[in-house]
C-alpha cells in the first residue's frame, strides 16, 4: 500500500511539473508571438519591408559605420555608443553621455545632443519601429514631378532626449523605399518647432539583408520644401550582427568626463 500511494504521490508532481513547464512555454511563446505581431500601419510597414523588414532589424544587436574621420558603434538593444577618432572618443554608457579628449577640440556642451544624431539617421526608418511612437499620414511631398506620400511620426510624452521632436517619413511610390525624411530639432529648448529639415536618402547598401543609407543629402528649405541641395554625408565600412557588442567598451575611460 505504501509503494502504491508513493507511486501516486511521483505521479501527481510529475504532472504538476509537467502542467507548470507547459504554463511557462505558453508564456514565453505568447511573449514571443506578441513582439513578432506587433502590427504598425500599413504605411510605415510597407517602408520596413522594402528594407530588409522589421523583424530581421530587431534579430541584430549590433551596428558600427564610418562617417568621415569618426567610427561609430552602436548596442542596437541598449543604444549604448561610442564614436572613436583621432582628436576624441564620444560615448554613451546607457545612462550617461561621456566625453575623452586631450584639448576641446570637441565642445562638451555638444557632446549629448551629438552622440546618438547621426545613429538615427543613419538607421532611418527602422529606429521608427521604436515603442512609443505614433503614427498618421500627410500630404505628399512633390518634388522634381514625383510625389512621396509621407508618414508623420511623433513621440510619447518622456521617449528620448526630445520627445517633441517629429519626423516625416516620404517613401518612393513604387518601391515604398524612404526616399525623404523631413525632422524638426527641438532638443534644449522644451517646445514643438513647425520648422522641417529635409535630408535625401539618395543611395542604399544592402547589409547583409537590410537596406541601410550610404549617401544622405541635406537641402534648402524655401516655403516649408526642399530646394537646392546644401551639402552630404557618405557612409562607409558598415557592418550589422546578431553578435551582442561587449559592454565594458561603452564605459568611460579614465580620461573621460561625464557631459551634462
Known sequence: MKKIIFLVAVAIFALSCKEKAQEATSTVTEEVTNVIEKEYPAAIASVFKAHGGIQKWNDMNYLSYTLGDERHTVDLKSRKTLIQTDKYTLGFDGNKVWLAQDSTYFQPQRARFYHNLMFYFYAMPFVLGDDGITYSDV????????SYPGTKISFGSGVGDAPDDEYIVYRNPKTNQMEWLAYT?????NEKSDRFNYIKYDQWADIDG????SVLQWYKVEDGVPTAMSGERTFTAATISKNVPDASKFEKPVNGEFAE
Open 185 to 189: 530639432v527641438t532638443y534644449g529648448k
Open 210 to 213: 537590410v537596406q541601410l543609407p
Open 139 to 146: 500630404p505628399a511631398l512633390t518634388f522634381e514631378g514625383v
